[in-house]
């Protein structure tokens, strides 16, 4: 039965804090089954539609007595793995489980729980992605122990003391990680020298090279700053570079958006140019073998190296025109995109 509460202001002060706990835990773990439902179908969700819609159900869910709610793991990748690809998907899902409440509870008592417990065994290993832990133990021993750290709570204590631990530890690793990409410096005249091979004054930009830049950290919370290159992949032509100069440090989510970069835009049949990257970002994805992704030599030192590549590649595969697609376009300086993720 619907039944509106009475506001008791004598309530307010003891419910502040752990109505901001539920808050922020159901946001996270919704995001966090969102992420996992990307990669799974290969889709990009809309977090403030995810959050707004769960903020609504939250509101409207108590005055009927219901618990809040947040986004499932364990169901959305039942849901994926079962064929779903459109919202439609949830809402049949919702329909069935309205209805089993309604009118099957009487028959659902009869399921035994070790039957509903090996579905549930099922659905955890198959959603647990076993293959990118050798992947992960290529990282940093901090990445590497905070990963240990939330993996350990979330089977020894609960999800929420996990989530709550992963998320302290991975503010403290994103401080430390700009912190020390702050130098203080001498201008002598080789660094000058050395600008040069970066800069794009006076460089030559032929048509079938586009160019992006990355600029700042690029930490989880800006991954979804990419979409500027993949939303416009189809029109872009065939080489893309990448440029990381002006990249100030990277993570193990920026570079898991990078590799997913690369595979997309090797999939379209375009080539992939990185170059300019610092000292953390280079050591990182060397250590973690982003070779891989992007194919040997196309991680280049400066642009003027980057553009001398993109030449090469391009000639290797017009010898091959019907594997690719291409667009071709002018292109100068003024035309290149910028990908500023604002920290």
């Known amino acids: 039965?619907?039944?509106?509460?009475?506001?008791?202001?004598?309530?307010?002060?003891?419910?502040?804090?752990?109505?901001?706990?539920?808050?922020?835990?159901?946001?996270?773990?919704?995001?966090?089954?969102?992420?996992?439902?990307?990669?799974?179908?290969g889709d990009k969700h809309n977090p403030n539609v995810e959050l707004t819609a769960q903020g609504v159900a939250n509101i409207f869910s108590p005055l009927f007595g219901g618990l809040p709610a947040t986004g499932a793991i364990a169901r959305t990748a039942t849901n994926?793995?079962?064929?779903?690809?459109?919202?439609?998907?949830?809402?049949?899902?919702?329909?069935?489980?309205?209805?089993?409440?309604?009118?099957?509870?009487?028959?659902?008592?009869?399921?035994?729980?070790?039957?509903?417990?090996?579905?549930?065994?099922?659905?955890?290993?198959?959603?647990g992605e076993w293959a990118e832990i050798p992947e992960l133990l290529k990282l940093t021993r901090l990445e590497i122990g905070i990963w240990l750290t939330t993996f350990a709570l979330t089977v020894f204590a609960d999800l929420t003391v996990a989530v709550e631990a992963g998320m302290?530890?991975?503010?403290?690793?994103?401080?430390?990680?700009?912190?020390?990409?702050?130098?203080?410096s001498e201008v002598t005249e080789e660094y000058v020298r050395d600008g040069y091979k970066h800069i794009l004054q006076h460089k030559e930009i032929p048509a079938y090279v586009t160019i992006f830049r990355i600029h700042g950290p690029f930490l989880f919370g800006a991954t979804d700053k990419i979409e500027e290159i993949t939303a416009r992949l189809d029109e872009l032509p065939p080489i893309i570079i990448l440029r990381l100069r002006n990249m100030?440090?990277?993570?193990?989510?920026?570079?898991?958006?990078?590799?997913?970069?690369?595979?997309?835009?090797?999939l379209s049949g375009r080539g992939l140019i990185l170059c300019g990257a610092r000292e953390q970002p280079a050591r990182l994805m060397h250590q973690a073998e982003f070779e891989e992704h992007v194919g040997d030599g196309n991680i280049?030192?400066?642009?003027?190296?980057?553009?001398?590549?993109?030449?090469?590649?391009?000639?290797?595969?017009?010898?091959?025109?019907?594997?690719h697609k291409w667009g071709r376009?002018?292109?100068?300086?003024?035309?290149?995109q910028s990908i500023s993720p604002k920290m």
């Not at 991975?170 to 130098?183: D, P």
């Not at 376009?329 to 290149?336: A, H």
């Open 1 to 41: 039965m619907l039944r509106v509460p009475h506001f008791r202001p004598d309530l307010l002060r003891p419910l502040v804090s752990p109505a901001i706990t539920v808050a922020m835990l159901g946001a996270i773990e919704s995001l966090m089954s969102a992420v996992v439902a990307d990669r799974m179908s």
């Open 329 to 336: 376009r002018s292109t100068d300086v003024r035309e290149m």
């Open 168 to 184: 302290i530890l991975a503010v403290f690793l994103f401080i430390r990680k700009v912190t020390i990409t702050t130098t203080v």
């Open 80 to 127: 994926i793995r079962s064929g779903a690809r459109t919202p439609v998907a949830g809402m049949v899902h919702a329909l069935t489980l309205l209805g089993i409440v309604v009118f099957a509870a009487p028959l659902a008592r009869f399921v035994p729980l070790s039957v509903l417990a090996a579905i549930l065994f099922v659905v955890a290993y198959n959603m």
């Open 300 to 323: 280049c030192a400066s642009i003027a190296d980057a553009l001398e590549q993109a030449r090469d590649l391009y000639a290797s595969m017009e010898h091959h025109p019907a594997e």
């Open 248 to 266: 100030t440090a990277i993570d193990a989510t920026g570079l898991q958006a990078l590799e997913d970069l690369a595979d997309r835009i090797h």
